[in-house]
């Protein structure tokens, strides 16, 4: 993490005096390494209770009886919360799935719509 931070820090005081293109390039990469730092934080705060437990388990030499229940937890939170984080940092990803969910979406029924004046008189043959 502390290398991620160096990168940022290097890349937002070389980008002053830059042509576009590669200012443009700096400003991706930051972005891209700014991500990277949201979801190394997110696993690292999720893992906070675990060493605690670990720590604990050094000092004392014994477990406590939650140790595996809350030790596990984090981990499935972070797993889960990790594939829905990367769907909404990378930009390829998101786009394929934003158009799964427009595909499948329930379209309303035309059968329930309301037929008008001219469509009536169409149907009937009068006009």
Do not use: E
């Amino acid at each position: 993490m502390m290398i991620y931070i160096r990168i940022t820090i290097f890349i937002r005081h070389h980008t002053t005096n830059l042509p576009l293109p590669i200012k443009q390039r700096h400003d991706r990469d930051f972005l891209v390494v700014q991500r990277i730092l949201i979801i190394v934080s997110l696993l690292l705060i999720l893992g906070i209770p675990s060493i605690f437990f670990i720590i604990r388990f050094i000092i004392t030499g014994d477990d406590h009886p939650l140790t595996n229940r809350i030790a596990w937890f984090p981990v499935g939170i972070s797993m889960s919360g990790l594939s829905v984080t990367l769907v909404f940092t990378i930009p390829q990803l998101k786009s394929i799935v934003v158009k799964l969910f427009q595909q499948n979406r329930i379209k309303p029924a035309t059968l329930a719509t309301v037929p008008t004046r001219n469509q009536m008189k169409s149907v009937c043959g009068t006009d």
